[in-house]
């Protein structure tokens, strides 16, 4: 009795040294995709810092002739300026509509082992895997760990619906170190870690939460 007990014992801390292992190479895994995708949005931000600033620049010299004017013709100087509002403001939704529009048909796979066969051959074999039709138009590494062979890779596809057929048929990678996602931009995806937050913070709670097309369920 006292044997089958201690072998229970050792088995149970066995499982636990094993479960904790996991939970170690999973936080440190998150660790890097935070590190990558951080790095992706500071770059994502100075581009789009670069673009403000040529805005407001052009914007600060029309403002600096419309008060040459002013005294001359006040009501031209209200209206201009107001002019002037709207065009950046047309051209801020228009810069987000662009930068939605060129990721609305992209993918990215976190954790793709590249070795001889090369990323393109080895993103195009992944996707063949899971039963997806599909035909990159380009592959280009974003991220990831190039020393033990995994990278983040962006695959630019034909089309929105080959994206689609993608994402419908990437949950047979449940379990595996290789994930598919969708390329969002840096305030869609600030939008979803917040969101996630806020399902981890109801999951906890004893609640049922999950994520599904930016919203809470």
């Not at 673009?51 to 209200?78: A, G």
């Not at 969002?184 to 999951?203: F, G, H, S």
């Amino acid at each position: 009795m006292r044997e089958d007990f201690r072998a229970m014992r050792k088995e149970l801390r066995e499982g636990f040294k094993e479960q904790g292992r996991r939970m170690r190479e999973e936080i440190e895994e998150l660790r890097r995709e935070l590190g990558d995708q951080e790095k992706r949005w500071r770059e994502e931000r100075e581009e789009m810092k670069k673009q403000k600033e040529k805005v407001e620049e052009r914007l600060k010299r029309l403002e600096e002739k419309i008060e040459e004017r002013k005294e001359e013709k006040k009501e031209e100087v209200r209206n201009g300026k107001e002019k002037v509002k709207e065009r950046m403001k047309e051209l801020e939704r228009r810069l987000e509509r662009k930068e939605k529009e060129e990721r609305r048909r992209n993918i990215v796979i976190r954790g793709l082992e590249v070795r001889k066969r090369g990323r393109r051959e080895e993103a195009e074999k992944l996707l063949k895997e899971i039963g997806a039709k599909i035909k990159a138009i380009e592959v280009k590494r974003i991220g990831g760990d190039a020393e033990k062979g995994r990278e983040m890779v962006l695959i630019k596809l034909e089309n929105e619906k080959q994206k689609w057929e993608v994402m419908e048929k990437k949950k047979s990678l449940r379990g595996r170190k290789k994930r598919i996602m969708e390329d969002l931009t840096w305030e869609e995806r600030r939008v979803n870690w917040k969101l996630r937050e806020i399902a981890r913070r109801e999951q906890r709670e004893g609640k049922g939460a999950w994520i599904k097309a930016g919203r809470i369920g």
